[in-house]
């Protein structure tokens, strides 16, 4: 794997909350706010031009179970600049993600941790918020879009702002290196990964 081309790339989906869902989830979660609803598409062209092929979120949403079953599908309030959750600003995780045709859907529990409060606030607040994955990979230039290549590896699902410029967070990126990449995912991840290449196989 080429580190000077890896690049952090996120995606951005809106999220939709009527006071009468937040209080059925509260209701039926035990006072927890669960979300629901797609959290990626493949084969669509996103706001900036980027296009994630099925076949490499369905490579990754496969491996990603393995972090759901663990409970270290985490996630920030906010992108940072960085491949690196930082425990400090968790604000969910993600209790399920799954593929339905070109659509990735996720069930999502917002945290009682500092970042979490906030975003439950802005929520109840009635503020449209986004989920945002965050990964690291490459991209190709075909047919005047940025089509995501095989290297990309997803690491999880942000909870953002609506960008008032289109594509803000998603054009957002910087270089990283394999020494960053590899605080993320430790030996049984990486195994578990080779071991799912080799069952696609």
Same mark, same amino acid.
């Given at each position: 794997?080429?580190?000077?081309? &890896? @690049?952090?790339?996120?995606?951005? /989906?809106?999220?939709?909350? /009527?006071?009468?869902?937040?209080?059925?989830?509260?209701?039926?979660?035990?006072?927890?706010?669960?979300? @629901?609803?797609?959290?990626?598409?493949?084969? /669509?062209?996103? +706001?900036?031009?980027?296009?994630? $092929?099925?076949?490499?979120?369905?490579?990754?949403?496969?491996?990603?179970?393995?972090?759901?079953? =663990?409970?270290?599908?985490?996630?920030?309030?906010?992108? $940072?600049?960085?491949? *690196?959750?930082? &425990?400090?600003?968790? @604000?969910?995780?993600?209790? =399920?993600?799954?593929?339905?045709?070109?659509?990735?859907?996720?069930?999502?529990?917002?945290?009682?941790?500092?970042?979490?409060?906030?975003? +439950? @606030?802005?929520?109840?607040?009635? *503020?449209?918020?986004?989920?945002?994955?965050?990964?690291?990979?490459?991209?190709?230039? +075909?047919?005047?879009?940025?089509? *995501?290549?095989? !290297?990309?590896? &997803?690491?999880?699902? !942000?909870? *953002?702002?609506?960008?008032? /410029?289109?594509?803000?967070?998603?054009?957002? =990126?910087?270089?990283?290196?394999?020494?960053?990449? !590899?605080?993320?995912?430790? +030996?049984? !991840?990486?195994?578990?990964?080779?071991?799912?290449?080799?069952?696609?196989?």
């Amino acid at each position: 794997m080429s580190a000077k081309n &890896l @690049s952090v790339l996120r995606e951005w /989906t809106p999220i939709k909350l /009527t006071p009468e869902l937040i209080k059925e989830s509260r209701e039926r979660y035990d006072g927890k706010i669960m979300l @629901s609803g797609i959290i990626q598409r493949a084969n /669509t062209l996103n +706001q900036n031009g980027r296009v994630y $092929p099925k076949s490499i979120l369905e490579r990754e949403i496969m491996n990603y179970q393995k972090l759901i079953q =663990e409970n270290r599908a985490l996630g920030e309030c906010d992108h $940072p600049d960085s491949s *690196v959750i930082e &425990l400090k600003n968790v @604000s969910h995780i993600v209790r =399920e993600a799954y593929m339905r045709g070109d659509d990735v859907y996720g069930r999502i529990e917002i945290l009682d941790t500092p970042s979490g409060k906030i975003i +439950q @606030s802005l929520i109840e607040s009635g *503020v449209t918020l986004g989920i945002s994955s965050r990964g690291v990979g490459s991209t190709s230039s +075909q047919g005047g879009n940025q089509v *995501v290549q095989d !290297d990309f590896q &997803l690491i999880c699902f !942000d909870m *953002v702002s609506e960008p008032s /410029t289109p594509g803000a967070f998603m054009l957002k =990126e910087h270089k990283i290196n394999k020494r960053e990449l !590899d605080k993320f995912f430790n +030996q049984s !991840d990486k195994i578990d990964r080779m071991f799912n290449d080799i069952l696609r196989w």
